[in-house]
């Protein structure tokens, strides 16, 4: 296995920009991928196990059973924000591929993806960066390329950034590569709602975590029992937005920014969208990429989507 590292000191200015930038706004916001610390991983993991969860085993099921045909004719899969290897093997089992090239800004998690298909008879080239800067720096194709980008994480870009990255991702794909997005459908409000409030708390527990994530790296003092886990279905705009409220009015120091930010009672800082999508959005916002659908793999319910897409 080969793995190349784009990181290092770059991500933590990344946090440092995002959240003088994010606090210091009229309205409070974190971007959602600062979630992901050891910790936070561990906590998505459990996530994926709640009962009502449903985006993550509805998706492997679309895989388990549409597997063969989203890639048919691929020689080399990319996965970006690859995460656990458990929708990669069922890819690279279904089809021929040759090489699995996993792409995330956490270095245990590329390194071990490639001791976890050890048994497979795959090349894993992993790529360790941040999927919105260091795209240009995939390895050179080794023939048809399959890009995945699962799980419903293209819902946590706004609309405009959303396209524009689907451009990036369209710049990559030679005549004859695809792209294979997962995104979660929009349904019932209850059923979303309720993904994003278990009732273990979990999500909850994920939310707050991105404060400890502050206060680890960028010397905070967040108190993470000041502030209550908000998430709800926004109908109009078709997405799903969490927040983080102020229980009481407080004052936080984020020490490596000299930075003092007061939180007024009940204040929300919002930190994350995640979208839900119609068939007509996708096909919409592929074809505002420069990307043709060609393909659209759902569940019997219709709760989740796998889209096949060309350029
Ligand atoms: C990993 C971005 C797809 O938006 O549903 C899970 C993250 N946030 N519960 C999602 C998440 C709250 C998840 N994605």
Not at 212 to 225: K, T
Not at 278 to 298: F, P, Q, W
Request: negative net charge; proline residues 5%; aromatic residues 6%.
């Amino acid at each position: 296995m080969t793995v190349d590292v784009h990181l290092a000191a770059g991500q933590e200015r990344s946090l440092a920009d995002d959240v003088h930038d994010g606090l210091t706004r009229p309205f409070k916001e974190l971007p959602p991928k600062h979630f992901y610390d050891a910790h936070g991983s561990e906590l998505f993991d459990l996530i994926c196990e709640q009962p009502e969860y449903y985006p993550t085993r509805t998706e492997l099921r679309i895989l388990r059973t549409r597997g063969a045909e989203l890639m048919e004719g691929v020689d080399e899969l990319v996965e970006l924000g690859s995460g656990a290897t458990t929708k990669a093997r069922i890819l690279l089992e279904a089809g021929q591929a040759a090489r699995y090239i996993p792409v995330d800004v956490s270095e245990t998690v590329v390194r071990a993806a490639a001791d976890e298909l050890a048994d497979l008879d795959v090349d894993v080239h992993g790529v360790v960066g941040d999927i919105e800067r260091h795209l240009d720096r995939l390895p050179a194709p080794s023939g048809r390329r399959a890009v995945a980008f699962l799980g419903g994480t293209i819902g946590n870009f706004p609309p405009g950034s959303r396209r524009r990255f689907l451009r990036l991702i369209g710049s990559l794909l030679a005549p004859g590569d695809r792209l294979l997005l997962g995104t979660d459908l929009v349904k019932d409000p209850a059923i979303i709602e309720a993904a994003y409030n278990d009732a273990a708390g979990v999500t909850a527990e994920f939310n707050r975590n991105v404060l400890a994530v502050v206060n680890r790296e960028l010397g905070g003092d967040f108190d993470l029992g000041a502030f209550e886990h908000v998430a709800f279905f926004d109908r109009r705009r078709e997405w799903v937005e969490m927040r983080l409220r102020a229980l009481e009015p407080q004052v936080v120091t984020i020490g490596a920014l000299g930075l003092e930010v007061d939180f007024a009672h009940r204040e929300e800082l919002r930190t994350e969208i995640s979208a839900k999508f119609t068939s007509e959005r996708i096909a919409a916002d592929l074809a505002a990429a420069g990307l043709t659908l060609r393909k659209l793999a759902t569940d019997p319910r219709g709760w989740f989507a796998v889209t096949v897409a060309e350029r």
